[in-house]
């Protein structure tokens, strides 16, 4: 029994290292993708510098991400082979159908015209260029929704029959498993999830930028505007992005209610059925003893989320524990998701995305007068000038001693509200892999030992802890950098046409 307990822990360790690892790089890549393509569509439309430096700096910050984006992911494939093979075999039928149109439409879309997009500045028309990076973006969004279909299939089955002879799930409507309500409104949340963190990526950089023309440290007025509408830019989307999340939260919550009580009642810490059922804003409760120490909360507001009515009913945990335990067999604590994280989770996922939309909201409010550069030479002296913000510049007020540091400080606050948004949707649903469908105990390979399961959770702890040295280092590097304002966008239309002999001998050209 210990050993069996041992296996399936040391399984949900690994898988939950990977997933959390990568989904780090999917929101970037997703939101990233967009951005450039609309800083590319200003830069076709208007011809201005700025757009083109812009384009060219957080295109190059884009490809680095997606590059540990697809290697990360290729590992994250793995993992359902490696430990959770009795999963794949039940499930594989219906989960492998969103997988394989991912690798087929979405991956294909990516993988091709990132090429071109990459490859193809000085040898494609503007406009063809400019679609190029369009279509990795349509990519990324439909990559990132045949994925959560999958995984809402796993949070509320349909679509679907149990083999009478194999016992294996069968796929009979892949049209329910892809639009779903589960899968439609977490992938909108997730989508607006994503582009908040992209925007609040855009923001700290910015931010640097600005702060170093502040104080005198950065000179090349070029560079200053392109971060400037970069920045102005990042707050915008974060403004739209964080009232999107919240939003698609609020629904996404009140499906979950319907479909996964046990899940919303844990991230309460509802023990008993209530009506009207109170909000916890914080609890510290006994597990054991299936109710709460310490509690302070707000009448009848959960009640309100769960099913906009003030005095609706909410199941609580007691009861749900009852009635699975009921129907499936064994012991009640047996149903019982881990409450901690599941509660800390879902606190601290709102928590975190909800601080970078105040951010996004204090900064459209102080950067709203309109922006402009100054010069001022010094006479008689050999240094370069020196580029003035002055009174009336947009970023006046944003820029204190304090804001700036906030600015930098809010890339990281999504990435960690995505992180324990995950934890708190996997972690809610245990003891399932499968809801009501199989248990996460009987969904873990049965011919893999615990030897070796620690070996490959050390490996790939190891080699994703080096990746991510590398990943901080490439980015810190190139993000310090700033855009190469050297750089000129080109200055006639190139047309499509064959090679010529003159070309023969010409090496390919990689724009970054």
Known sequence: MELAVAHETIARWQFGVTTVYHFLFVPLTISLASIVAGLETAWVRTGKDKYFHAT??????????????????????????????????????????????????????????????IFGWDRLPKKLHCACIWLVAIGTLLSAYFILAANSFMQHPVGYKIDPVTGKAQLTDIGRVLFQNTAIVQAFHTLTAAFLTGAAFVIGIASYHLWRAKRGKETDRRRITAMSTSLRLGLVIVAVAGLGTAISGDRLAKVMFEQQPMKMAAAEALWDTEAPAPFSVFSVGDVSKGRNDVELEIPGLLSFLAKDNFTAEVPGINDRAREEAAEFGGRPEDYLPNIFLTYWGFRLMIGFGMTSFLVGLIGLWTTRRKFWLAHKYRTGEDEPPRLMLTKTMEMNVFFTRWS???????????????????????????????????????????????????????????????LAVIEVRLLAKYAAAGPDTSERPPTKEPTLRGPSDEDADKPLTFAY
Do not use: C, H
């Not at 697809?70 to 499930?91: L, P």
């Not at 594989?92 to 991956?107: H, K, Q, R, Y």
């Not at 649903?429 to 469908?437: E, K």
């Not at 105990?441 to 070996?455: E, F, L, R």
């Open 56 to 117: 060219k700096f957080w295109g190059k910050l884009f490809l680095i991400n997606i590059a540990m984006g697809v290697v990360t992911g290729i590992m994250q494939e793995f993992q359902f082979g490696m430990n959770w093979s009795s999963y794949s075999r039940f499930v594989g039928d219906v989960f492998g159908g969103p997988l394989a149109m991912e690798a087929l439409i979405a991956f294909f879309f990516e993988s091709t015209f990132i090429g071109l997009w």
């Open 404 to 466: 700036w540091r906030i600015g930098i400080l809010t890339m990281g606050f999504p990435l960690i509200a995505n992180s324990f948004g995950w934890i708190f949707t996997e972690m809610g649903r245990q003891p399932w892999v499968v809801f009501r469908l199989m248990r996460t105990a009987d969904g873990v390979s049965p011919n893999v030992g615990v030897g070796t399961q620690i070996g490959s959770l050390t490996t790939f702890t190891v080699l994703y802890a080096v």
